[in-house]
């Protein structure tokens, strides 16, 4: 006797149902499944799609065609492509590097004031997201440029004679790029910086330290764990950027983020650009990895 | 000034006022005196808010006083900070640093001390001896057991050789049983390296147990400073004999005062009582009779024509070494009383039985008149 389809979908369904009801793990995966949908179909689908399309060429009139070849990954090798690249691991890291010096005296000032003042002051940082990011980034052409506020204070303070060129310099995209990507690095060296115990650094006087060793003995390796997550936080997404040295870097600041950008939209190469993504990505990848071990990324140090 | 060199630590008039958050002043510390001699077990005894952990504080150098002064062998601390004080603390919470293994939360006092190397490895693996636990240096404090923790916030200290170990319900956070060991170790431990150690407790047993003097603290004020015998045999307060042991209280008026000797006119009590003068007292004025459980006699008949009185027994409890006993002597005034079971029965007419009728014997010796609050 055979069954019909539908008794055999509503057999199914049962089954599943009292799968569900049975295995705790089962019912796991069905809590996660909207999110895991999501993530196959928005992000490892398009990334299995740029790996593919990294390994095609580029047709004659900006479509891809389907021959297997390593071409746009030996084309990255080009001298020009490595120095965009090396240009854009430099800004990175410096970005990143700024951002941990310029954020921490500000993320241990928050930590160390009263209760009530630590949130108005997180507050404060959050605040310019209100904003849109390419309009926060006009302002600081308005700032910036020949003719701008910065330029005009300092000449009518008799400081300088002749304009400052800062806009459409690498130093411009740097200032920007620090500007932008401070928060992250702020958010979270201040959350590790809050969980030292006050009694930790009372400990350390204690015991004989001064407070610039106690800051170097315990503050500092404390607050590692949050240096870390910072710099991540900063040091992928700079990889990437493209908007700043578009709007702010004239045509001396190519990152890679242009390059791809530009492969895309202007050239219309989507091989190349695949591949240059490819390499952004491991890349990113490899700088996080060694720096995470490097750092010391135990387990005992995010607790 | 020059104090007398067999202190240790001195509080000259010490006020500390912190501002409150809510407006005004909070005085955690009022006007305390006292002086603790070298080598001393010392405790600051008290309830929570009473002014002990402020005070200890105040001889580490987190705090600074308001007013009067702090002096450490002899030598007025004024501003000093805590890292050029001769003094190491052991925190409530421990505070071991979490990113250092134990050795090296025990090396860290020497190397702010510059003291070389081979030095440090010697000296760390002697305190770690000490306090028995000279196996665990490569760990990390979170792989210890709190009782372990304890002792490494110890040795950590007293590697330093402090002239003063300040300490802050060190066993504070430890289960009773290892607790009571840990109070006969440190006792032990004290005794072997001669520190004059100050302990901040609100545990009167534990006080009682370790401390050579204990200072009996309450609202920011000394109230008592004796050694355990005379803090709980003579309290010179209603507040010390209620928090230093248990106690019974009766409430009246002084009637007549003959050298130590003071009668009292009870207030819910036809009769008078005679008992032992405790402080200040003057004809007339309202005081508190305090009679420890322990120290009241249980009879078929009055002993003598004073201090005596009949009652009723309301419950008995057998509890092994004692057989506790309440009496009523009347609707207001109940009194508990603890009978030592000193001879071996099983007859039942020995441990008393509720509704018996009995008298109440109170010696003189063992009545404490004291200022009522």
């Given at each position: 006797m055979s069954t019909t389809p539908e008794k055999g979908s509503r057999n199914f369904v049962a089954a599943v149902l009292s799968r569900l009801r049975e295995d705790p793990s089962a019912q796991g995966l069905a809590l996660v499944s909207p999110t895991l949908l999501y993530l196959l179909i928005f992000m490892i689908l398009p990334l299995i799609m740029v790996?593919?399309?990294?390994?095609?060429?580029?047709?004659?009139?900006g479509d891809i065609e389907f021959n297997l070849n390593l071409g746009n990954y030996v084309r990255l090798i080009d001298p020009l492509y490595l120095r965009?690249?090396?240009?854009?691991?430099?800004?990175?890291?410096?970005?990143?590097?700024?951002?941990?010096?310029?954020?921490y005296p500000l993320a241990y000032y928050i930590a160390r004031v009263p209760a009530r003042q630590r949130s108005r002051l997180l507050f404060l940082i959050l605040v310019p997201f209100w904003t849109n990011f390419i309009i926060r980034i006009y302002a600081w052409i308005m700032i910036l440029r020949t003719e701008g506020i910065l330029n005009n204070l300092l000449a009518s303070l008799g400081i300088i004679n002749t304009p400052l060129y800062i806009l459409y310099t690498p130093l411009a995209v740097q200032i920007a790029m620090v500007y932008e990507f401070l928060p992250f690095m702020v958010l979270?060296?201040?959350?590790?910086?809050?969980?030292?115990?006050?009694?930790?650094?009372?400990?350390?006087?204690?015991?004989?330290?001064?407070?610039?060793r106690a800051f170097l003995r315990v503050t500092l390796p404390l607050s590692i764990p949050g240096m870390i997550a910072g710099s991540i936080l900063v040091f992928i997404p700079a990889m990437g950027m493209f908007v700043v040295p578009d709007l702010m870097g004239g045509a001396k600041s190519v990152l890679i983020g242009n390059l791809i950008r530009n492969q895309f939209l202007t050239a219309r190469d989507w091989p190349f650009g695949s591949a240059a993504s490819m390499l952004l990505l491991l890349l990113t990848l490899a700088v996080t990895l060694i720096y995470t071990r490097k750092a010391g990324f135990g387990e005992d140090l995010l607790v | 000034m020059v104090s007398d060199p067999q202190f240790a630590v001195e509080m000259r008039n010490v006020v500390k006022r912190f501002p409150n958050p809510g407006g005004g002043?909070?005085?955690a510390v009022d006007h305390v005196s006292l002086k603790i001699q070298n080598g001393e077990f010392f405790s600051l005894l008290g309830p929570s808010g009473c002014g002990k952990t402020t005070s200890l504080r105040l001889m580490a150098g987190f705090e600074w006083p308001t007013d009067g002064d702090i002096l450490i062998k002899e030598q007025i601390m004024g501003r000093t900070p805590p890292y050029l004080r001769p003094v190491n603390t052991v925190f409530q919470s421990y505070a071991l640093f979490q990113h250092m293994t134990v050795a090296q939360n025990v090396a860290f006092g020497l190397e702010m001390e510059h003291v070389s190397k081979p030095e440090i490895k010697r000296r760390v693996g002697e305190a770690m001896e000490m306090v028995q636990l000279g196996k665990l240096g490569a760990r990390k404090p979170k792989q210890l057991?709190?009782?372990?923790?304890?002792?490494?916030?110890?040795?950590?200290?007293?590697?330093?050789?402090?002239?003063?170990?300040?300490?802050?319900?060190?066993?504070?956070?430890?289960?009773?049983k290892l607790r009571k060991e840990m109070q006969l170790e440190l006792k032990l431990l004290q005794a072997q390296v001669g520190i004059t150690f100050v302990y901040v407790t609100h545990d009167q047993e534990e006080a009682l147990t370790m401390s050579n003097r204990i200072a009996v603290m309450d609202k920011g004020n000394v109230l008592q400073i004796g050694s355990p015998v005379e803090i709980y045999e003579r309290p010179n307060c209603q507040f010390v004999a209620d928090?230093?042991?248990?106690?019974?209280?009766?409430?009246?008026?002084?009637?007549?005062?003959?050298g130590d000797r003071v009668t009292v006119q009870l207030e819910n009590i036809s009769g008078e009582l005679v008992g032992m003068c405790q402080g200040e007292l003057s004809i007339g004025m309202k005081v508190a009779v305090s009679i420890r459980p322990e120290k009241i006699r249980l009879a078929e008949k009055p002993a003598f024509d004073y201090n005596c009185f009949p009652g009723r027994v309301v419950t008995?409890?057998?509890?092994?070494?004692?057989?506790?006993?309440?009496?009523?002597?009347?609707?207001?005034?109940?009194?508990?009383?603890?009978?030592?079971?000193?001879?071996?029965?099983?007859?039942?007419?020995?441990?008393?039985?509720?509704?018996?009728?009995?008298?109440?014997?109170?010696?003189?010796?063992?009545?404490?008149i004291l200022p009522a609050m």
């Amino acid at each position: 006797m055979s069954t019909t389809p539908e008794k055999g979908s509503r057999n199914f369904v049962a089954a599943v149902l009292s799968r569900l009801r049975e295995d705790p793990s089962a019912q796991g995966l069905a809590l996660v499944s909207p999110t895991l949908l999501y993530l196959l179909i928005f992000m490892i689908l398009p990334l299995i799609m740029v790996v593919v399309i990294s390994f095609l060429s580029r047709g004659t009139y900006g479509d891809i065609e389907f021959n297997l070849n390593l071409g746009n990954y030996v084309r990255l090798i080009d001298p020009l492509y490595l120095r965009v690249l090396s240009y854009s691991i430099k800004t990175a890291a410096l970005t990143t590097i700024i951002t941990i010096l310029v954020g921490y005296p500000l993320a241990y000032y928050i930590a160390r004031v009263p209760a009530r003042q630590r949130s108005r002051l997180l507050f404060l940082i959050l605040v310019p997201f209100w904003t849109n990011f390419i309009i926060r980034i006009y302002a600081w052409i308005m700032i910036l440029r020949t003719e701008g506020i910065l330029n005009n204070l300092l000449a009518s303070l008799g400081i300088i004679n002749t304009p400052l060129y800062i806009l459409y310099t690498p130093l411009a995209v740097q200032i920007a790029m620090v500007y932008e990507f401070l928060p992250f690095m702020v958010l979270p060296l201040y959350t590790s910086l809050e969980k030292i115990e006050n009694a930790q650094l009372e400990a350390a006087a204690d015991l004989g330290a001064r407070p610039w060793r106690a800051f170097l003995r315990v503050t500092l390796p404390l607050s590692i764990p949050g240096m870390i997550a910072g710099s991540i936080l900063v040091f992928i997404p700079a990889m990437g950027m493209f908007v700043v040295p578009d709007l702010m870097g004239g045509a001396k600041s190519v990152l890679i983020g242009n390059l791809i950008r530009n492969q895309f939209l202007t050239a219309r190469d989507w091989p190349f650009g695949s591949a240059a993504s490819m390499l952004l990505l491991l890349l990113t990848l490899a700088v996080t990895l060694i720096y995470t071990r490097k750092a010391g990324f135990g387990e005992d140090l995010l607790v | 000034m020059v104090s007398d060199p067999q202190f240790a630590v001195e509080m000259r008039n010490v006020v500390k006022r912190f501002p409150n958050p809510g407006g005004g002043e909070v005085v955690a510390v009022d006007h305390v005196s006292l002086k603790i001699q070298n080598g001393e077990f010392f405790s600051l005894l008290g309830p929570s808010g009473c002014g002990k952990t402020t005070s200890l504080r105040l001889m580490a150098g987190f705090e600074w006083p308001t007013d009067g002064d702090i002096l450490i062998k002899e030598q007025i601390m004024g501003r000093t900070p805590p890292y050029l004080r001769p003094v190491n603390t052991v925190f409530q919470s421990y505070a071991l640093f979490q990113h250092m293994t134990v050795a090296q939360n025990v090396a860290f006092g020497l190397e702010m001390e510059h003291v070389s190397k081979p030095e440090i490895k010697r000296r760390v693996g002697e305190a770690m001896e000490m306090v028995q636990l000279g196996k665990l240096g490569a760990r990390k404090p979170k792989q210890l057991s709190g009782g372990q923790q304890q002792r490494i916030a110890l040795a950590r200290a007293l590697v330093k050789r402090p002239a003063v170990l300040l300490l802050d319900e060190p066993l504070g956070a430890l289960d009773l049983k290892l607790r009571k060991e840990m109070q006969l170790e440190l006792k032990l431990l004290q005794a072997q390296v001669g520190i004059t150690f100050v302990y901040v407790t609100h545990d009167q047993e534990e006080a009682l147990t370790m401390s050579n003097r204990i200072a009996v603290m309450d609202k920011g004020n000394v109230l008592q400073i004796g050694s355990p015998v005379e803090i709980y045999e003579r309290p010179n307060c209603q507040f010390v004999a209620d928090f230093i042991g248990e106690t019974n209280f009766i409430f009246g008026k002084v009637s007549s005062i003959d050298g130590d000797r003071v009668t009292v006119q009870l207030e819910n009590i036809s009769g008078e009582l005679v008992g032992m003068c405790q402080g200040e007292l003057s004809i007339g004025m309202k005081v508190a009779v305090s009679i420890r459980p322990e120290k009241i006699r249980l009879a078929e008949k009055p002993a003598f024509d004073y201090n005596c009185f009949p009652g009723r027994v309301v419950t008995t409890a057998y509890i092994g070494s004692d057989t506790r006993v309440i009496v009523d002597l009347n609707e207001k005034t109940r009194l508990r009383i603890w009978e030592q079971n000193k001879i071996s029965t099983l007859d039942p007419s020995v441990y008393y039985s509720t509704g018996q009728e009995i008298w109440v014997v109170l010696f003189p010796d063992n009545v404490l008149i004291l200022p009522a609050m």
